[in-house]
T-cell receptor, first 114, second 115 residues
Framework: AQSVTQLDSQVPVFEEAPVELRCNYSSSVSVYLFWYVQYPNQGLQLLLKYLSGSTLVKGINGFEAEFNKSQTSFHLRKPSVHISDTAEYFC????????????FGAGTRLAVHP | EPEVTQTPSHQVTQMGQEVILRCVPISNHLYFYWYRQILGQKVEFLVSFYNNEISEKSEIFDDQFSVERPDGSNFTLKIRSTKLEDSAMYFCASEPRGQPQETQYFGPGTRLLVL
């Protein structure tokens, strides 16, 4: 069965510190990988996505993620976080072969403290 | 920049009542989706819709749920007889052609509370 696991439900971090939010997936077919962010009382906004090619993907707001096929991971990173990065972050996958739906992880709440 | 809109932003209803959640997808998009997020849980796929037909639905999407595109702009989710466990945030999403490489654009959500 295909699934997405976000290993940390909450990640507290101080402003200007680096952060990594972890995501692992399970699939027997090729996948496309996405990170979405949800700010309080708002919808889901795409941060970045991996489709093919270079395994390091850069997104908006200084975030990047690295696809690791052997470890079936797609971890999100930012070298220096801001207070405004406080939000819920969701990893999601879509599977090749005609499946359109996104399958989401449980989310990681990033709390940036001054 | 075009965006997906949803109305209402909040809805409170009594158990057993019918509710209709409305969405206006981005105008040139062809694929539409509904997802829901129960408080504290992950975002779950409900249904996808293309060419006036359901293309895929989850186990959650039982006979109490229906979707419709009544005109050229709106996309609705109807729950016929709401249950307490239907309380959740409901998100609408759309994308241009339904290709897996594409981005799904999400609306701000409707928070449904069933009492």
């Amino acid at each position: 069965a295909q699934s997405v696991t976000q290993l940390d439900s909450q990640v507290p971090v101080f402003e200007e510190a680096p952060v990594e939010l972890r995501c692992n997936y399970s699939s027997s077919v090729s996948v496309y990988l996405f990170w979405y962010v949800q700010y309080p009382n708002q919808g889901l906004q795409l941060l970045l996505k991996y489709l093919s090619g270079s395994t390091l993907v850069k997104g908006i707001n200084g975030f990047e993620a690295e696809f690791n096929k052997s470890q079936t991971s797609f971890h999100l990173r930012k070298p220096s976080v801001h207070i405004s990065d406080t939000a819920e972050y969701f990893c999601a996958v879509r599977f090749s072969g005609g499946y359109n739906k996104l399958i989401f992880g449980a989310g990681t709440r990033l709390a940036v403290h001054p | 920049e075009p965006e997906v809109t949803q109305t209402p932003s909040h809805q409170v209803t009594q158990m057993g009542q019918e509710v209709i959640l409305r969405c206006v997808p981005i105008s040139n998009h062809l694929y539409f989706y509904w997802y829901r997020q129960i408080l504290g849980q992950k975002v779950e796929f409900l249904v996808s819709f293309y060419n006036n037909e359901i293309s895929e639905k989850s186990e959650i999407f039982d006979d109490q749920f229906s979707v419709e595109r009544p005109d050229g702009s709106n996309f609705t989710l109807k729950i016929r007889s709401t249950k307490l466990e239907d309380s959740a945030m409901y998100f609408c999403a759309s994308e241009p052609r339904g290709q897996p490489q594409e981005t799904q654009y999400f609306g701000p959500g409707t928070r449904l509370l069933v009492l």
